[in-house]
C-alpha cells in the first residue's frame, strides 16, 4: 500500500478487518483456559492430570504448525474462508472432545483438530491485518494479539460459569458452538489486504520484499528465529510451571503460588500493549532488546537470588511481559527484514519456534531434573539473543532500497 491518502473505501475496508481480526483472536484465545478442564478430564478418562494435560502441549504444537502453512491456504482460499474454515474445525474438534472416551481422541480433538484450527485462524489473520496498516504496525499487532489475550481472560469466567451450570459435555459444545459464531462473524468483516506497492522504483520494492526461499538463506533469517525460539521458552516455560516454582523454590503456600497466574496474565497483556505502541516509536530490534534484558533480569532472579514472595512475584512478570511484548512486536519486526507482502509465510516459519519452546522447556526439566538446568539453559540462550539482537542488521538488499529511497 502506498502512501498516498486513502480512499473512504479503502479505509472503511481496513478498519473492518481490524474490528474483525479483534473478534476472531479473542475467539481463537479461548484454548489458553484448558486448565480449567484438566480435573474433571483427567475424572473422566480415569488418567492422570499430567497425561490429559499433555492435550495442550499437542495443542500448541498443532497451532505452531498450522500458522506455518497458513499463508499457502490464504494465497489459494482467500483470508475470509480459510477463517471460516478454522472456526468450523474448532467447532468440530470441541465436538469431538466432548465425546472422547479415551486419551488417543482426546489427543486427536483437544489437541490436533483444535490445535489445527487456532493456528490456522491465528497468524494468518494477524498478518493480513498488519498489512493493511504499515503505517501502525506495531499498534495493529497489539490490538490484535492483545484481543488474543483477553480472549483467554474473557473465556476464563464464560468456561467457568459454563461448567458450574452444566456437564464437562455440553460445556465443550457450547464453547465450541459460540468460538466458532465469533470467528465466523470477524471472518465476514475480513478482506485479504492488497499486495504493497512501491512508492518509487521497482528495483526498491525488490529490495524490500524476500520470498520465504530467499529470507531461509539469509543469517538474519535464522538469528531472529533463534531469539523467537529463547522468548517463547522461556515465556512458555516459566508460565507453565509458576505455580510450582512459587511453592517448591519460595516454599510459598499453594494459595499464595496461585496468584502468579493473575501477576503473569497482568504482566502479560501489559508487555503486548507497551511494547507494541513502543515499537511504532524507535527501531523494532531494539524494543526486543529491551524485552531480552527484561527477561534476563527475572531468569537472573530465579537463578541466583534467595528468593522471598515479592521477588518472585518480580522475576515471572519480567519473563511474562517480555514475552508478551516479544509475540507482539515480531510480525512487525519480521515485516522489517523481509518485507510485507510475504509475512505470513515468512513469520510462519519462525512461528514454529512456538511450538518447539512450548515443549522444550518441559522436556529438558524432565529429563534434567528440575528448574535450574532449565532456568541455566534459557539464560545462556538469552545472553546469546541478546548479542544478537544488538549486532544484527538490515539485508543489505533491504538498506540498499532504503538509501535509494533516501537518495531519490
Known amino acids: 500500500m502506498s502512501t498516498q491518502p486513502l480512499s473512504p473505501s479503502v479505509n472503511r ?7 474483525g481480526t479483534i473478534i ?18 483427567s475424572h473422566k478418562l480415569a488418567a492422570s492430570v499430567s497425561e490429559v494435560a499433555f492435550s495442550f502441549g499437542l495443542l500448541s504444537l498443532g497451532l505452531a504448525i498450522a500458522s506455518s502453512l497458513a499463508g499457502k491456504l490464504q494465497e489459494r482460499f482467500g483470508v ?38 487456532d493456528g490456522a485462524g491465528y497468524l494468518m489473520t494477524l498478518s493480513n491485518c498488519v498489512k493493511w496498516f504499515p503505517e501502525r504496525k506495531g499498534v495493529i499487532s497489539a490490538c ?8 483467554s481472560l474473557g473465556f476464563k469466567f464464560i468456561c467457568s460459569y459454563l461448567l458450574s451450570e452444566n456437564s464437562l459435555e455440553t460445556t465443550f459444545m457450547i464453547w465450541g458452538g459460540l468460538a466458532m459464531i465469533m470467528i465466523i462473524a470477524g471472518a465476514l468483516l475480513m478482506k485479504d489486504a492488497p499486495q ?59 494459595q499464595t503460588a496461585a496468584n502468579a497466574v493473575t501477576i503473569i496474565a497482568i504482566a502479560n497483556l501489559s508487555g503486548r500493549l507497551i511494547l507494541g505502541v513502543l515499537s511504532d516509536k524507535i527501531a523494532r530490534i531494539r524494543v526486543i532488546t529491551l524485552a531480552q534484558s527484561v527477561s534476563l533480569v527475572g531468569m ?31 510480525p512487525s519486526l519480521v515485516s522489517d527484514f523481509f518485507g510485507l507482502n510475504n509475512l505470513t509465510k515468512n ?31 534459557i539464560t545462556a540462550l538469552l545472553v546469546i539473543s541478546l548479542i544478537m539482537s544488538a549486532t544484527i542488521r538490515l539485508p543489505n538488499a533491504l538498506r540498499e532500497g532504503k538509501k535509494t529511497l533516501q537518495h531519490a
Open 13 to 19: 475496508t481496513r478498519w473492518l478487518t481490524l474490528v
Open 24 to 41: 476472531t483472536q479473542f475467539a481463537l484465545g479461548s484454548v489458553y483456559t484448558w486448565s480449567l478442564f484438566n480435573g474433571q478430564l
Open 80 to 117: 475470509r474462508n480459510v477463517t471460516i474454515g478454522a472456526g468450523v474445525l474448532m467447532a468440530v474438534g470441541f465436538f469431538l472432545t466432548a465425546h472422547s472416551e479415551n486419551l488417543f481422541m482426546l489427543y486427536l480433538s483437544a489437541g490436533v483438530l483444535v490445535g489445527l484450527a
Open 144 to 151: 490484535a494479539i492483545g484481543a488474543y489475550g483477553l480472549g
Open 196 to 254: 504493497q506497492q512501491p512508492t518509487r522504483t521497482d528495483s526498491v520494492s525488490q529490495a524490500r520484499d524476500f520470498s520465504l526461499t530467499e529470507a531461509v538463506r539469509l543469517p538474519q533469517y535464522w538469528m531472529l528465529a533463534l531469539m523467537f525460539l529463547t522468548a517463547c521458552m522461556s515465556g512458555l516455560y516459566v508460565i507453565g510451571v509458576a505455580k510450582d516454582i512459587g511453592e517448591g523454590l519460595v516454599h510459598l503456600s499453594a
Open 300 to 330: 537472573g532472579i530465579l537463578l541466583f537470588t534467595q528468593m522471598n514472595e515479592t521477588t518472585f512475584f518480580i522475576s515471572i512478570a519480567c519473563v511474562a511481559f517480555s514475552f508478551g511484548g516479544t509475540i507482539t512486536v515480531y
Open 347 to 377: 513469520y510462519g516459519l519462525i512461528y514454529l519456534g512456538f511450538g518447539i519452546g512450548s515443549v522444550m522447556g518441559s522436556l529438558i526439566a524432565s529429563l534434567f531434573g528440575g528448574f535450574t538446568v532449565t532456568f541455566s539453559l
